[in-house]
Nanobody, 122 residues
């Protein structure tokens, strides 16, 4: 599967953005999907994951209650709705696919999208 993330941009603190990750190929529904982020000078960190069917989700504590991951298997797309954004959410956001769920270590993934930049101004 090949992944393409989009939807990043500049937003004020307290605002919202929705990221999308479009997948190519017919096997999208056989993968659990996840979002990671990497801020300047920091390691890539787990944000959220969703099971293959979409029936289960898992979040990092730092985004729980503010971010929502979802997927539409008919459209081969996964989403990350980000609300109540904070300056510390500023990062490049990456989508990733894995056969297992939930997988939170970035080193365990070998299928990544190219990243989309989210900048939250204070």
């Amino acid at each position: 599967v090949q992944l393409q993330a989009s939807g990043g941009g500049l937003v004020q603190a307290g605002g919202s953005l929705r990221l999308s990750c479009a997948a190519s190929g017919r096997t999208f529904s056989s993968y659990a999907m996840a979002w990671f982020r990497q801020a300047p000078g920091k390691e890539r960190e787990f944000v959220a994951a969703i099971a293959r069917s979409g029936s289960s989700t898992f979040y990092a504590d730092s985004v729980k209650g503010r971010f929502t991951i979802s997927r539409d298997n008919a459209k081969n797309t996964t989403y990350l709705q980000m609300n109540s954004l904070k300056p510390e959410d500023t990062a490049v956001y990456y989508c990733a696919a894995h056969s297992a769920y939930p997988v939170v270590r970035p080193g365990d993934y070998n299928k990544w999208g190219q990243g989309t930049l989210v900048t939250v101004s204070s």
